[in-house]
């Protein structure tokens, strides 16, 4: 098979990188999914990806990342630290520095080694809280560097970059899954699946955009 037709999603179990997984079944013959285990606060949420990879019937790699952990305690792998939205131009508590820029390397050497030239992530600058590893700009750089640090021709691919979670929900939609994004996955910072508890500010977001969408609908 070739190359062009072959793709790699960082996939966490997520509203958002379920919906890229979707997005990525529609254009490519072949994808695989990659996840990373960084000590996840949840550690339900390597079990929705795993079931969500099993149902699909595709290839899952989960990588073993807890160094990230070591190194950068955050609010998403110590139950300790609170979550918490950063004050004006302060970062959130959730932000794990560095994280996209090794998942993506990661997700790209695994890309090099099944084939691939294609790699997607679930990563928007319209929402991004501040994370300045979601920004565009720091993608097309890293696809750069990527492609110069292993001479190869990757692309990112970024399905969500621009939209809002009312348009994600909308996109769901359109890839004909609406309803089993909303029920499968986990958002949820305190680790309960589809609506979530409806109080970490991760539920409310997602609430939030699906009301949105549904007054459209
Ligand atoms: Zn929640």
Same mark, same amino acid.
């Given at each position: 098979?070739?190359? $062009?037709? +072959? ?8 509203? /958002? ?8 079944? /529609?254009?490519?013959? =072949? ?7 960084? !000590?996840? @606060? ?35 792998? @110590? ?8 004050? /004006?131009?302060?970062?959130?508590? %959730?932000?794990?520095?560095? +994280? ?17 030239? =294609? ?5 928007? #600058? ?8 979601? @920004? ?6 890293? $696809?750069?560097?990527? !492609? ?9 691919? %970024? ?14 939609? $359109? ?7 909303? #029920?499968? %996955?986990?958002?949820?910072? $305190?680790?309960? @699946? ?11 977001? +997602? ?9 459209? +609908?």
């Amino acid at each position: 098979m070739k190359k $062009n037709n +072959r793709a790699v999603v960082v996939f966490s179990g997520g509203q /958002d990188s379920t919906t890229c997984l979707f997005w990525a079944l /529609d254009r490519f013959d =072949h994808v695989e999914l990659v996840t990373f285990d960084y !000590n996840q @606060r949840h550690h339900q949420e390597i079990d929705v990806a795993k079931e969500i990879a099993k149902q699909q019937g595709l290839k899952h790699h989960i990588l073993d990342m807890s160094l990230l952990n070591q190194l950068a305690p955050n609010a998403l792998t @110590r139950q300790e630290i609170d979550v918490e939205h950063g004050e /004006d131009d302060e970062l959130p508590s %959730t932000f794990v520095p560095g +994280r996209n820029l090794l998942f993506l390397s990661f997700a790209a050497i695994l890309a090099k080694q099944i084939d691939a030239k =294609h790699i997607i992530t679930g990563v928007c #600058e319209t929402d991004f809280s501040g994370y300045p590893d979601c @920004r565009d700009i720091f993608i097309k750089s890293l $696809n750069v560097t990527l !492609n110069l640090s292993m001479d190869d021709d990757f692309v990112i691919h %970024t399905p969500l970059m621009w939209l809002d979670k009312a348009q994600t929900w909308e996109l769901a939609d $359109n890839l004909g899954v609406f309803e089993y994004v909303k #029920e499968k %996955t986990l958002t949820c910072y $305190n680790g309960l @699946r589809g609506s979530g508890c409806g109080e970490c500010p991760a539920c409310v977001l +997602r609430q939030k955009g699906l009301e949105k969408y549904m007054g459209t +609908r």
